[in-house]
């Protein structure tokens, strides 16, 4: 069993920024497709950013120009560099992991992801 652990969340205000990190427990997180998702209240869960075990990475377009996905292997860490945040923002973050490589970029997007973390919330206020 992996497990993710996320941290990093908060309130900020509109134009502010946060970075959320997710430590994974698994032997062999450099070879994971990992990503980022998101729910608001009463809204269905959407994927924010993706990272392939090979760097590739993908953004959901209301993000992109904002949100950095990046990994560090040798911490078993994925990060979420969020800028210019906006109240639209605001929502449960949750990280993801996948032992499958996927080349296809709207996969890594969405998944589907077979391991999760509990969720960091991120507020946004105007």
């Known amino acids: 069993q992996v497990q993710l652990v996320e941290s990093g969340g908060g309130s900020v205000q509109s134009g502010g920024s946060l970075r959320l990190s997710c430590v994974v427990d698994?032997?062999?997180?450099?070879?994971?497709?990992m990503g980022w998702f998101r729910q608001a209240p009463g809204k269905e869960r959407e994927g924010v950013a993706g990272i392939n075990s090979d760097g590739t990475t993908t953004y959901a377009e209301s993000v992109n120009g904002r949100f950095t996905i990046s990994r560090d292997d040798a911490k078993n860490t994925v990060y979420l560099q969020m800028n210019s945040l906006k109240p639209e923002d605001t929502a449960m973050y949750y990280c993801?992991?996948?032992?499958?490589?996927?080349?296809?970029?709207?996969?890594?997007?969405?998944?589907?992801?077979?391991?999760w973390g509990q969720g960091t919330q991120v507020t946004v206020s105007s």
């Open positions: 698994g032997r062999a997180f450099s070879t994971y497709s």
């Open positions: 993801a992991a996948d032992q499958r490589f996927w080349a296809s970029r709207a996969i890594l997007l969405r998944g589907p992801y077979t391991y």
